[in-house]
């Protein structure tokens, strides 16, 4: 099939609730919509780079340089026929993990639907249903938080990770799992802290949290492999990990006992599966993470979780939990058993809602072949 069209979309869409971490507040998500057309078909792909560089150096506006100036047209007119030599075309480009996996996620829905297979199918998932929790963003107070989260488990989510902050941390922590005193919580730092404040993560480890993730910077697996022996509970990676390689540096350094996989942040599902792969023969167990995804992220996360080595509850929560509106149908309800349903049909298995589409497109250009 010759990759003949291929459109990006800007869209920005406001989130139900503001999203606090350690490097921001979000309010409303940015993303970039791929459109890829070839051989009669049409596959979506999402690009997670946000407005501000806080998670990743990458934003929407970098990704759409990357993607419009050098991955599409390594990619258009080329014949597609399968993941791998479709990633050769643009091997060169140097970073960027998250345009790249923004327009292989297209690709790999193109390349289902043309073969009437699930995404979750062509990776070699296990199971149709997968374990999730909620991510919870840094809220006013911490009465707040401990309000928050009883509502989340109210709503039947089983599994509770919130975000710290230096200042909004052991008090945070303590609070909640003084508040559920046995709902499997974990916490993430998203790097911002310092191996010098190892004393406070040794105080976390009566708290019985499943992880701590990332509380050292995104470029410091070596602090990590220096934190991790002073403490009980695992140390999970997520920003550090860009690769199977990175993977397999920070396993063999003791850096962490548990690994995020995110597809957006190691290039794409392609080398996300070589993530699961490298972890599951070395018994490091994995979890999915999440982007404040759409239905179309969210679709592709989904299929990769179903993945046998993810035995840890992924952050892929229901779409009302992020969105009024969703740009693709149907929306994905949580299941009385705390696990969100693996699509079916062919490629990402969701039906893109044009009009919503439409709606919160702020730029758009479409590239021929
Ligand atoms: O660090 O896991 C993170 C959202 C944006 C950027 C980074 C992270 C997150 C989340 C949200 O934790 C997870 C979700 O999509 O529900
Ligand atoms: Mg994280």
Redesign the pocket.
């Known amino acids: 099939m010759k990759i003949e069209q291929i459109e990006l979309r800007h869209l920005v869409m406001r989130l139900v609730a503001p999203f606090e971490t350690s490097f921001g507040v979000e309010q409303d998500r940015a993303c970039i919509i791929v459109a890829m057309r070839a051989g009669g078909f049409t596959g979506y792909g999402e690009c997670v780079a946000a407005a501000e560089p806080g998670y990743s150096y990458e934003t929407a506006t970098t990704a759409w340089h990357i993607l419009s100036d050098f991955l599409v047209p390594a990619v258009l007119g080329q014949e597609l026929t399968d993941i791998p030599s479709f990633i050769a075309h643009y091997a060169r480009v140097r970073g960027n993990p998250l345009a790249k996996a923004g327009l292989e996620m297209a690709a790999w829905d193109v390349l289902g639907q043309a073969q009437d297979r699930s995404l979750a199918e062509m990776l070699g998932g296990v199971r149709d249903r997968v374990e999730v929790g909620v991510s919870v963003g840094i809220q006013p107070t911490t009465a707040a938080l401990v309000e928050r989260v009883g509502r989340y488990i109210g709503e039947g989510y089983a599994r509770i990770k919130i975000k710290i902050k230096p200042g909004r941390d052991l008090t945070d922590a303590r609070a909640v799992r003084a508040a559920y005193p046995s709902i499997r919580l974990q916490v ?1 730092a ?1 790097s911002a802290y310092l191996l010098a404040d190892a004393p406070l993560f040794q105080q976390m480890d009566d708290l019985n949290l499943l992880l701590i ?2 509380p050292l910077g995104e470029d410091d697996i070596y602090d990590h492999s220096k934190l991790q022996p002073q403490l009980r509970t695992p140390i999970c990676l ?2 550090s990990i860009l690769s199977a390689d990175h993977a397999r540096a920070a396993i063999e350094l003791g850096a962490c006992r548990i690994i ?1 996989i995110k597809a957006a942040r190691v290039s794409g599902l392609f080398e996300g599966k070589k993530v699961h792969d490298l972890c599951q023969e070395r018994g490091v167990p994995v979890w999915c ?1 999440g982007m404040l995804e759409t239905n179309i992220g969210r679709a592709s996360n989904l299929a990769l979780a179903s993945l046998p080595g993810f035995t840890l509850p992924g ?1 892929v929560s229901a779409t009302s939990r992020y969105y009024a509106q969703d740009i693709a149908d149907p929306p994905f309800v949580l299941n009385p058993d705390s696990t969100l349903s693996v699509p079916t049909g062919p490629g990402l298995g969701v039906q893109v809602n044009q009009q919503n589409l439409e709606r919160f497109t702020v730029k758009r250009q479409v590239f021929a072949a």
Do not use: L
């Open positions: 993430d998203n993730e990332q997520d920003e995020n993470g952050d």
